[in-house]
């Protein structure tokens, strides 16, 4: 009985002075996307022609515009002139403001983003007649 206890004690002892198993397994890198990289151009492209669809709905131009500020950047203007001729085409000022506001929000602290981003649009909104938050006085809160 002693036996017993004494074999289990000593194997116990050694499983606890026993170094574990050091596995050097090599890690290999992995490539997630499998498919080809998407240029810049071929990016604003496919957002153009998202916006620039004929028969867009309320819907798909907020799920537009939602997946696209999701994106870790600043949409180019030539993105925001067409997400605004969509609103125009929908009649939906509120959204068009609401794309302003993005912008001016996802510039953060690149204070000569926006003032760019506007300069830029300013022809298109004279042309569709959207206001800026700023001319609405929105922007003060």
């Known amino acids: 009985m002693f036996r ?7 194997s116990g002892a050694r499983s606890l002075t026993r170094s574990r ?9 992995r490539s ?17 022609t998202y916006f ?6 309320a819907w798909e131009l907020r799920k537009g515009m939602n997946t696209f500020i999701g994106y870790d950047l600043i949409p180019e203007p030539k993105i925001l002139e067409a ?43 004279s042309e569709l007649d959207i206001p800026t938050p700023e001319e609405l006085g929105i922007d003060k809160a």
């Open 4 to 10: 017993a206890a004494l074999r289990l004690s000593v």
């Open 21 to 29: 198993p050091q596995y050097t397994a090599s890690v290999a890198a």
């Open 32 to 48: 997630y996307s499998h498919g080809k990289q998407e240029t810049d151009e071929e990016f604003d492209a496919r957002w153009v």
């Open 52 to 57: 620039n669809k004929p028969d867009i709905d």
């Open 83 to 125: 997400a605004l001729r969509a609103c125009r085409r929908l009649n939906d000022l509120t959204n068009a403001i609401r794309i302003l506001e993005a912008v001016k929000d996802k510039s953060g602290p690149h204070k000569e983003i926006y003032p760019y981003v506007l300069q830029e649009l300013r022809p298109t909104l």
